[in-house]
């Protein structure tokens, strides 16, 4: 059996075998509600419980912050695992043994690789602290952290560190002492901790610097931050990118800070190592900072699973803050509210808090404008309300309203600018999405001719199927719209009623799927934006085994998983729980196929009628001849002879 099959086999096992009612229950307090269990989220703070675990199909969802998926989707969220570390975890809780993967020789010398600069981080951040701590070269480093208000505790819980100059050290005071612990002078350097100059001479990368170790979020030491105590520059510096470091997916904090944030469901970023450091000794633990470069979309993703609010607590003239309005966009993606906090003049966090105390700091955390009010009002101020003034602030406000994801975001975010500049809100959006969709007429259901004959079962009977698939005596059914009229970012819950039962059905007997022709579900959805769900289910239909958790597992778009998880939960779920399942969906996949049939009909007989329209609109009255002889013949229309 190959590598690839055993671990595909034992990922359905723990699958199969692990109850996420059981699991969830750890940590979330769950009734009995019908036939699902409710609870808090556990993923934002709320006082009613909107957090819903369905048994049957195995997943979880929460109705406030949209979060859903299976077993392993909640150990990764909620323990920020990664995939195979949650199953490994589950495996274990379960006892099914792991199948040993054979790693290339490339792979084997990068995982050691990796393992070797943890290990060189790891014992530079003990010599750091011991000699930061103890040794009589940190005396001035010492008498730093004190004079800056920061006593012994924080030195101990952060593991702060220092290294002495090149006067009071010499030139490799971290290089010799790893090399005693027999580490290489090719791996310190690798680690980012030594620099090479020439002829293959090595020097400390961090000298004369309170250092400050960056943790991943397993909380293993993967860099250092560090602040120079003399007058030379820079001022601070930051470990260069590794195979374990990139400083656009850390912020500093987030790994001692994450249940504080989680808590509060609010981060409070700022700019400084020692503004964190000075915030969080005055009790405002729920404080993260940049490594020395803008937020990144990565740095936003990563907060927005502990939290629902951002407060920027800059510097009103500061770098960041600047760099801060280019992330707009990743906080509008992760639709993450995002709030700025302006410092008095003359003032960071570490003065402001020493001098004035936490309340300070907290009041204006509590007074902070939305992120797009304050860029706004820079815009304004930057422009001026004239003709043209107003023209540079409309353009740069339209790009910001068209990186809103969500088009009542977008559409709320114009009126509101509309407003305060006094123009029409149509200024910001584009026009198609101002389109008005027009209902195409559908041809009554008596004028299809009986085709589905061949398809309509004996038992068919009545006006409605079980699902509502229309029954050829079902004259008064129509669709709410016709498929291919929606633009590409309509909403799915915005989808004709019959497409939202044709899904839903599909979820819960996804063996229909082997009983239809080929294409027929391409042609039941023509474009909608549910057909990347239906090509999921065709693609697991292949293999044999469509259930709702492994599909949530295949579909990677973030609102096709809302979506089905919707429909999966919504009005009970189940549509056919109380009735006899095999029998009842044999029966509503004939009714299915005749609804399929029907509708393809009725497509083609409006696609005619339009082409008609035109060729009559040209005076082309051959090809109205034409096309006028095609109708009749597909749809067995006489002609009226008027005898």
């Not at 004369?208 to 007058?231: K, N, T």
């Not at 198609?432 to 398809?455: G, N």
């Not at 239809?516 to 289910?537: C, W």
């Not at 693609?539 to 919707?566: F, H, M, W």
Request: hydrophobic residues 35%; contains cysteine.
């Amino acid at each position: 059996m190959s590598s690839m099959r055993a671990w595909e086999e034992v990922k359905n096992r723990v699958r199969e075998v692990a109850d996420i009612v059981q699991v969830i229950s750890e940590h979330v307090q769950l009734k009995k509600a019908g036939n699902a269990f409710t609870g808090l989220c556990p993923f934002h703070g709320e006082k009613t419980p909107s957090f819903s675990v369905n048994p049957q199909g195995q997943f979880f969802h929460c109705f406030g912050c949209q979060e859903s998926g299976d077993v392993f989707s909640f150990m990764m969220k909620y323990h920020h695992l990664t995939f195979p570390e949650a199953l490994k975890d589950l495996a274990q809780r379960y006892q099914i043994d792991l199948p040993q993967r054979n790693l290339s020789h490339a792979e084997r010398e990068r995982m050691q690789q990796r393992e070797l600069l943890y290990q060189v981080n790891q014992q530079a951040a003990q010599i750091f602290h011991k000699t930061l701590v103890s040794s009589s070269k940190a005396q001035a480093a010492r008498q730093y952290l004190q004079k800056r208000g920061v006593p012994q505790e924080a030195v101990e819980k952060y593991q702060l560190g220092y290294t002495p100059g090149p006067e009071n050290g010499g030139w490799q005071f971290l290089i010799s002492h790893l090399q005693k612990k027999k580490f290489s002078v090719d791996a310190i350097e690798q680690a980012g901790l030594a620099v090479q100059k020439t002829q293959g001479r090595y020097y400390d990368r961090f000298r004369d610097r309170v250092l400050f170790p960056i943790y991943d979020m397993s909380g293993r030491e993967v860099a250092f931050g560090g602040r120079i105590l003399g007058q030379g520059k820079p001022k601070y510096m930051n470990s260069p990118e590794s195979m374990v470091f990139s400083k656009g997916e850390l912020l500093f904090g987030l790994y001692q800070h994450r249940q504080a944030i989680r808590s509060s469901r609010r981060a409070i970023v700022v700019e400084g190592n020692f503004d964190l450091l000075l915030l969080a000794i005055h009790g405002i633990e729920n404080v993260v900072a940049p490594l020395g470069t803008a937020l990144t979309r990565e740095h936003i993703t990563s907060l927005r699973r502990y939290c629902d609010e951002v407060i920027l607590l800059f510097d009103g003239d500061s770098a960041g803050l600047r760099a801060a309005r280019r992330s707009i966009p990743f906080f509008l993606s992760e639709q993450l509210d995002v709030r700025v906090a302006l410092l008095p003049t003359g003032h960071d966090p570490d003065t402001l808090i020493r001098e004035q105390g936490a309340a300070a700091v907290q009041a204006l955390v509590e007074a902070a404008d939305p992120l797009t009010e304050f860029v706004f009002s820079v815009l304004q101020e930057e422009h001026g309300l004239t003709l043209s003034g107003k023209n540079r602030i409309v353009a740069e406000l339209a790009e910001l309203v068209k990186q809103a994801t969500c088009a009542d975001q977008q559409e709320l975010m114009a009126a509101h600018f509309a407003e305060q500049l006094g123009i029409s809100p149509q200024r910001f959006i584009p026009e198609k999405q101002h389109a008005k969709l027009v209902q195409v007429p559908v041809p009554p259901v008596s004028s299809v001719p009986s085709c589905t004959a061949q398809y309509a079962p004996s038992h068919i009977s009545g006006t409605q199927s079980t699902l509502g698939f229309p029954t050829p005596s079902d004259e008064e059914w129509r669709w709410e719209k016709t498929l291919g009229e929606y633009e590409e970012n309509i909403s799915l819950r915005e989808l004709p009623k019959k497409q939202q039962q044709l899904l839903k059905f599909l979820l819960f007997y996804p063996e229909v799927l082997s009983d239809l022709p080929k294409g027929v579900m391409r042609e039941a959805f023509g474009e909608s934006p549910v057909l990347g769900i239906v090509e999921a289910m065709e693609q697991l239909a292949a293999t044999g085994n469509v259930t709702p958790e492994k599909l949530l597992s295949v579909v990677t778009v973030d609102s096709d998983r809302q979506y089905i998880v919707e429909l999966l939960s919504r009005d009970g779920g189940n549509p056919l729980a109380e009735e006899d399942d095999a029998m009842q969906g044999h029966k509503l996949c004939d009714e299915l196929l005749v609804w399929l049939e029907r509708e393809k009909m009725q497509k083609k007989r409006a696609d005619l009628q339009a082409r008609i329209t035109s060729a009559q609109e040209t005076k082309n009255s051959e090809l109205v001849d034409t096309l006028t002889r095609e109708t009749r013949e597909l749809f067995g229309i006489r002609r009226e002879t008027g005898t």
